[in-house]
């Protein structure tokens, strides 16, 4: 159910914000620049003033030329191009526009050669062409110079593009009277050819993609995609949806020259996770693509109404058990009080009990009248259910778990007194026939001595046992033992200390026993129980812990030295709870008991104890001792041989097996036994 928990927790923080990862959609397609080669080039001259010439190309040692100026032999040189922009996308808006020639000779560095660009208007053969075309409108001069020279048409082409294609221009001295000639590369060249560079741009772009939200399974989302041109006439192109490769739209679309269409598309899906959505656009000579990534979440609605009926199953299966131990709650704590016992520690707890148990009533009320609204019943509406049965289910857990740790105690404190409580009588109300407190105990449990078993396997066994069976409290001490402190708790819990305990320690312990506070002490097998400190610790008591180990060759867990201990003394009341034929899982010393001191538990007959050299200290059947108990000044004390009992070593066999030992121990120090 935590799991659950935490899952609506993500659903309803992640899930109310979809994630999306958006990679933005182009706004217009960049500008592009291109050379197209000239698709033929020829030149023409009068040799000696008079006889008209036209060549294709000049050959000079390997290389290919055409020619412009004048010499003492050819007048009136002029070089013409053609240049086919068929390429070029008839909606695309020219930004530039340049005829590049290379020139690879000039004859004279004066005068110089003032070379105009012209457009031709009629037709032109490369092979020969009579008479010469007809130089037009002068569009752009400049100086000639070796190297690439370039001539500014971007006016002209604008203004015929894209009604035209095909563009010729010629190249001349703007002042045929001056005596001076060049030679340009021709196209023929494999390198430095002739060409027009053109700078361009689509204006037609999508210039968003959008998803709307919320992205959820089975929940319509709309996609949008606009496009937009930029451009003066209207444009046709074919527009494509693709979701996650697969394409959903494919159509013709015109999009008005200054304007915009929007596409949309509404989609459901049933698969979480990503997706991709593409759109493209694709027309004469250009295309366009802006693409989304967005994370779909499943449907939390459709998980709420999935989720009332489990939160209802639950609620309805557990509630008669939830209900039974309420009423044996709230009975035992009216017999208490009318006992006259003062619930003491336990009384904001009883309180928080009967209010929360009001409240779960509450809320499965108003569950089961949401429920029957119509309104509610929709997929998308049913939150208000799942939010009061999922109130009224965690409601009756709390409720379950409050009771079962606070009624052991109600029940102990009223077996306790009942003996002594007699019924009322007439108009009686109550009877205060005892002056009875419950008090929870405090537990401590020390941790500052370096005590090896707890600290390296924990002990959350034992703690589990102290705080939910018990109902008890406990804390955990990493500091110096004094009286001032100890006495602030009804048990002190101290294993076996690697760090010796100072002589003011164990004089606080001792102070803290003689004025009515309980202790636990336990050893551990002869080559760590620190004797020192415990046995100082226990003088005068009747116990002492001695440096041995008890060993079992027949009731073991896999060795000798892993004994089985199950001898118990049924006068004591410490082994109330441990049933018959118990056996505990062992590791430590075995102990000596004198005066006051009486025993609790023993090893089997076939058990025996041997000390550091291997030296059988008890025999079999002499039973060795291994826990005792006795009363110093006006507190107790219970003393084991095994530290590792109280961890959770070996998968918790040792606490789970010792716990009735140790849940009894507890309850006699505090004298509830």
């Known amino acids: 159910m935590r799991r659950m928990a935490i899952l609506i927790v993500i659903l309803l923080v992640v899930g109310a914000v979809p994630f999306s990862a958006l990679k933005p959609a182009a706004a217009a397609v960049p500008s592009k620049t291109v050379q197209i080669v000239a698709s033929a080039d020829a030149y023409s001259s009068y040799k000696y003033g008079k006889y008209y010439k036209w060549y294709s190309y000049h050959e000079y040692k390997g290389k290919y030329e055409v020619a412009v100026g004048n010499t003492s032999y050819y007048a009136k040189e002029r070089s013409y191009f053609r240049f086919d922009l068929s390429e070029i996308p008839s909606i695309a808006d020219i930004q530039s ?177 990503t997706h991709t959505i593409k759109a493209e656009i694709r027309g004469d000579g250009f295309s366009d693509t802006a693409e989304t990534v967005i994370n779909v979440e499943y449907n939390p609605y459709i998980l709420f109404a999935s989720l009332s009926r489990l939160y209802a199953n639950f609620f309805e299966r557990e509630y008669p058990n939830v209900q039974a131990l309420y009423e044996n709650f709230t009975g035992t704590v009216d017999q208490l009080q009318k006992c006259g016992v003062d619930l003491g520690d336990i009384k904001d707890e009883v309180k928080t009990i009967n209010e929360e148990y009001t409240k779960m009533q509450r809320e499965y009320q108003r569950y089961l009248k949401v429920k029957e609204n119509p309104l509610y019943q929709r997929v998308q509406y049913s939150y208000p259910i799942t939010l009061h049965i999922r109130k009224a289910l965690f409601l009756e857990r709390d409720v379950e778990k409050r009771i079962k740790k606070v009624l052991p105690i109600l029940q102990r404190t009223l077996e306790q007194v009942l003996p002594s409580c007699t019924a009322p009588t007439g108009n009686q109300t109550n009877v205060t026939s005892s002056n009875v407190t419950i008090v929870i105990p405090k537990v401590l449990i020390d941790l500052s001595h370096d005590q090896y078993y707890i600290n390296k396997y924990g002990y959350q066994g034992l703690l589990n046992g102290i705080e939910n069976e018990l109902g008890w409290e406990v804390y955990v001490n990493l500091e110096p033992l004094t009286y001032e402190k100890l006495k602030k708790y009804d048990v002190l819990i101290l294993t076996n200390p690697k760090k010796p305990l100072t002589s003011d320690e164990i004089e606080a312990i001792r102070e803290f026993v003689q004025n009515g506070g309980g202790l636990i002490v336990s050893g551990d097998w002869y080559k760590y129980v620190n004797i020192e400190s415990l046995n100082e610790l226990l003088q005068g008591t009747g116990i002492q812990f001695e440096k041995t180990e008890l060993m079992d060759e027949e009731e073991n867990s896999g060795r000798p030295y892993y004994p089985f201990v199950g001898i118990y003394n049924r006068d004591s009341p410490i082994t109330k709870f441990i049933p018959e034929d118990w056996k505990m899982y062992y590791n430590g010393d075995t102990l000596m008991i004198g005066g006051s001191a009486v025993w609790v538990i023993r090893g089997f007959d076939s058990s025996y104890a041997v000390d550091a050299d291997g030296n059988i200290v008890y025999e079999k059947g002499s039973e060795p001792i291994v826990a005792a108990a006795v009363t110093f000044g006006k507190g107790r004390i219970v003393a084991y041989g095994s530290s590792r009992t109280f961890s959770d070593v070996y998968y918790s066999k040792y606490i789970k097996s010792n716990w009735p030992f140790i849940k009894g121990a507890l309850l006699w120090l505090v004298g509830q036994s």
Request: glycine residues 6%.
């Open 97 to 273: 526009a340049q005829v590049c020639v290379y020139v690879a000779y000039i004859k004279y560095r004066s005068p110089l050669m003032n070379v105009g660009i012209y457009n031709i208007t009629n037709d032109w053969n490369e092979n020969y062409t009579k008479p010469a075309p007809v130089p037009g409108e002068l569009l752009y001069n400049t100086t000639l110079k070796k190297g690439w020279v370039c001539f500014d048409v971007t006016d002209y082409i604008k203004g015929k593009f894209p009604a035209e294609k095909t563009f010729s221009f010629v190249l001349k001295l703007v002042d045929e009277s001056i005596s001076n000639y060049a030679w340009i590369y021709s196209r023929e060249n494999s390198y430095d050819r002739p060409h027009l560079e053109i700078t361009y741009r689509i204006p037609v772009a999508i210039s968003s993609l959008t998803v709307s939200k919320p992205y959820y399974t089975s929940s319509p989302m709309k996609i949008s995609s606009t496009i937009t041109n930029g451009g003066e006439n209207d444009v046709q192109l074919t527009y494509t949806l693709t979701i996650d490769n697969k394409t959903v739209e494919n159509k013709t679309i015109t999009v008005p020259g200054g304007g915009e269409v929007t596409e949309t598309y509404t989609w459901f899906t049933t698969k979480a996770g």
